[in-house]
């Protein structure tokens, strides 16, 4: 598996913490940046990343800024990405089982780093069941194709 990380300052040190977590897992993770806690756009980092997922070049990606809330705002714009905003395990689990998220956003002044690390495995771990979710899945997809324009990945 291979993965690709990034953040903005606020998000920084929760993206280095998560980095020694996966490297820990022997997970492969690819940092897009930023790497430092000087103010920069959190846009920027969750196009990079964002893109990079939905070409294909990666498993999945996990973004950081303060809340987790901008880059998932961010990062939902760009076409066949499913961030996932996650605080808790519960939902970290289902973002994947029930929404086949392929990116999720934590918040660096929000969440700790060993919650963090746990709210990552659950969405490392689990599976997306397919069935009725597919077909929601998909319909996600059409909304895209329909009002979201620009080039697809
Ligand atoms: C940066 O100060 C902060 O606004 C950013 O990290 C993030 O929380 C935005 O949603």
Redesign the pocket.
């Known amino acids: 598996m291979r993965l690709v990380i990034g953040s ?4 920084f040190a929760l993206k280095e913490s998560i980095k020694k977590h996966l490297a820990e897992r022997n997970i492969e993770v690819e940092d897009y940046g930023t790497f430092s806690e000087e ?1 920069v756009d ?1 846009p920027d980092y969750a196009l990079k990343v964002s893109l990079a997922v939905a070409k294909g070049e990666f498993d999945g990606g996990i973004l950081c ?7 998932s ?1 961010a990062a939902n714009k760009v076409k066949g990405i499913r961030a996932a905003h996650v605080t808790d395990c519960f939902s970290a689990r289902y973002a994947k089982e029930h929404n086949n998220a392929n990116v999720i956003c934590l ?3 929000v969440t700790g780093p060993g919650l963090a690390d746990m709210i990552v495995d659950e969405w490392l771990d689990a599976e997306f069941q397919g069935g009725r979710h597919l077909k929601r899945v998909e319909k996600i997809a059409e909304i895209e194709r329909e009002y979201l324009h620009g080039e697809e990945c």
């Open positions: 903005d300052h606020g998000g103010s959190y800024c303060g809340t987790g809330i901008g880059v705002i918040g660096g002044r």
